[in-house]
């Protein structure tokens, strides 16, 4: 079934199934499940027999929620200008990357710490060359004071002034904050998502998008989190980051 779902794509086909995204009862439609990754992007099917190289071109009425960073410099370029959009903003055409929670405090005991914050700022980098809007979202807490040394973003990531900061209480980066005013500014309709942690506040913020209407895709290997079995977590971060992407990768649009 999956073989004949993948051809159906490289046809150009429309694949419909109707699953419930989003508060206001909309249906979207459901893909086959895969892993994009940039200019030459792999597709990866179950059974692995299946995996082939396409080029997105192969895909036009397909997008992802579900992206590998592997391909860095070429990533931002690739998502930012050629996925087609669902977003409920029609009327948007910008993608912006959403940096969640980068900060000092926030990602000083997480999983593959610097691997992470590495990619995070491949995925920066690259947004910025393609002209595409980057926010930084920053949690506040009595553990995380505005302004504290724990509250700011990591030494290897640097914000550039004109790039909004967002400030949250929440695990949802879009409750009760200037976020949703932010992306109206930026035209964005689409947003692209890292950062930590995977089972807090990445997790809110794309259910919290989606909600909201937006287009929501998670970079599956630039999102961590730190250890949560000591407060009653049955799983390790590396199983939390994988559950979060294999829950992902199931979310998609075509």
Request: with cysteine; hydrophobic share 40%; proline share 5%.
């Given at each position: 079934?999956?073989?004949?779902?993948v051809?159906r794509?490289v046809?150009?086909?429309k694949?419909?199934?109707s699953?419930?995204?989003?508060s206001?009862?909309?249906?979207r439609?459901?893909?086959?499940?895969?892993?994009?990754?940039?200019?030459?992007f792999?597709?990866?099917?179950h059974?692995?027999?299946?995996?082939?190289?396409y080029?997105?071109?192969?895909?036009?009425a397909?997008?992802?929620?579900?992206?590998s960073?592997?391909?860095?410099?070429?990533?931002?370029?690739a998502?930012?200008g050629?996925i087609?959009?669902?977003?409920?903003?029609?009327?948007?055409?910008?993608?912006a990357?959403v940096?969640?929670d980068?900060q000092?405090?926030?990602?000083s005991s997480?999983h593959?710490?610097?691997a992470?914050?590495?990619r995070?700022?491949d995925?920066?980098?690259?947004?910025?060359?393609?002209g595409a809007?980057v926010?930084?979202?920053q949690?506040?807490?009595?553990?995380?004071?505005?302004?504290?040394?724990?509250?700011?973003?990591?030494?290897?990531?640097?914000?550039?002034?004109?790039?909004p900061?967002?400030?949250?209480?929440?695990?949802?980066s879009?409750?009760?904050?200037?976020?949703e005013a932010?992306?109206?500014?930026l035209?964005?309709?689409?947003?692209i998502?890292?950062?930590?942690?995977?089972?807090?506040?990445?997790?809110?913020?794309?259910?919290g998008g989606l909600?909201?209407?937006y287009?929501?895709t998670?970079?599956?290997?630039?999102?961590?989190t730190?250890?949560m079995?000591?407060?009653?977590s049955?799983?390790?971060?590396?199983?939390?980051?994988a559950?979060?992407?294999i829950?992902?990768?199931?979310?998609s649009?075509?």
């Amino acid at each position: 079934a999956i073989a004949q779902l993948v051809e159906r794509f490289v046809r150009n086909e429309k694949v419909r199934g109707s699953i419930p995204l989003s508060s206001t009862g909309k249906e979207r439609p459901q893909a086959a499940p895969g892993v994009w990754r940039a200019w030459g992007f792999r597709m990866r099917c179950h059974p692995p027999c299946l995996d082939r190289e396409y080029s997105l071109g192969h895909f036009p009425a397909m997008r992802s929620y579900f992206l590998s960073c592997e391909a860095q410099a070429n990533f931002g370029r690739a998502v930012v200008g050629r996925i087609e959009r669902m977003s409920t903003f029609r009327n948007r055409k910008e993608t912006a990357l959403v940096v969640v929670d980068a900060q000092t405090g926030v990602l000083s005991s997480c999983h593959d710490r610097d691997a992470v914050v590495d990619r995070i700022n491949d995925l920066v980098t690259s947004a910025r060359e393609a002209g595409a809007p980057v926010v930084w979202v920053q949690h506040c807490s009595d553990e995380f004071p505005a302004g504290s040394d724990v509250w700011q973003v990591t030494a290897e990531l640097q914000p550039e002034q004109s790039e909004p900061r967002v400030l949250k209480r929440y695990g949802d980066s879009f409750e009760d904050t200037t976020l949703e005013a932010e992306l109206a500014k930026l035209d964005a309709g689409k947003i692209i998502v890292c950062g930590a942690m995977t089972d807090a506040c990445i997790r809110c913020t794309i259910h919290g998008g989606l909600a909201r209407g937006y287009d929501v895709t998670l970079v599956s290997d630039a999102h961590t989190t730190e250890d949560m079995r000591q407060w009653g977590s049955p799983i390790g971060p590396e199983e939390a980051i994988a559950y979060l992407n294999i829950c992902l990768l199931y979310t998609s649009d075509a």
